[in-house]
């Protein structure tokens, strides 16, 4: 009877002491960008024991992060975990890519030798709903970043609205303020440009 009391006490740690997986090191080879892209996952605690599929949450890093920023300094794993079992949130797969290799940020490039937007809904997406159980309508999909990734937000919520139910961009960059910062960032993100090519 006693064994019987100490397993009924007991048992609450064990329902609660179920987690989440998160795996930071994925990567789907793009036709676009010619080359690997790395992106993190986060799947929810009954992920593997279940055969529901989920909502989505594209989570966006900032800049000078990458798909591993939310996973190790946002504590993706812990706050998740906490909200679903406290019934704060639902139980949704997050994914984390990487914008933040070779070039950064989440814009086509003017010039057309950078269509990280292009990848991001023509490559990412779809290979993340082909490879995991999500919810594929649009009010099963949101959207958030911080920063660049709040930026990254904005505009992707502008451009696809038919795509996203909800988006969160968090103190998002909107971009250069004046014409010399806009000229500093084209200078940054394109070391070959020449002043002539910058002014056209």
Not at 109 to 128: A, N, S, T, V
Request: with cysteine.
């Amino acid at each position: 009877m006693k064994q019987l009391a100490l397993a009924l006490a007991l048992m609450p740690l064990f329902v609660f002491a179920q987690t989440g997986k998160v795996m930071d090191a994925l990567s789907l080879n793009s036709k676009i960008l010619n080359g690997e892209r790395k992106f993190a996952i986060y799947l929810p605690p009954d992920y593997e024991t279940s055969q529901r599929s989920y909502p989505v949450l594209y989570l966006l890093h900032g800049g000078g992060d990458d798909q591993t920023g939310w996973v190790q300094f946002g504590e993706v794993q812990n706050i998740t975990d906490k909200a679903i079992r406290e019934g704060r949130s639902t139980a949704m797969i997050i994914v984390m890519p990487d914008a933040n290799t070779g070039r950064r940020g989440y814009f086509n490039d003017i010039k057309g030798d950078w269509r990280y937007e292009d990848f991001f809904f023509q490559e990412l997406m779809p290979h993340i709903e082909k490879t995991y159980r999500t919810k594929k309508e649009k009010r099963y999909r949101a959207i958030s970043g911080l920063s660049m990734g709040g930026g990254g937000t904005f505009m992707y919520a502008l451009h696809r609205p038919d795509l996203f139910a909800a988006a969160c961009p968090l103190s998002a960059a909107a971009g250069p303020i004046s014409l010399e910062d806009a000229k500093t960032s084209i200078r940054r993100n394109n070391a070959t440009a020449t002043d002539a090519a910058i002014e056209t």
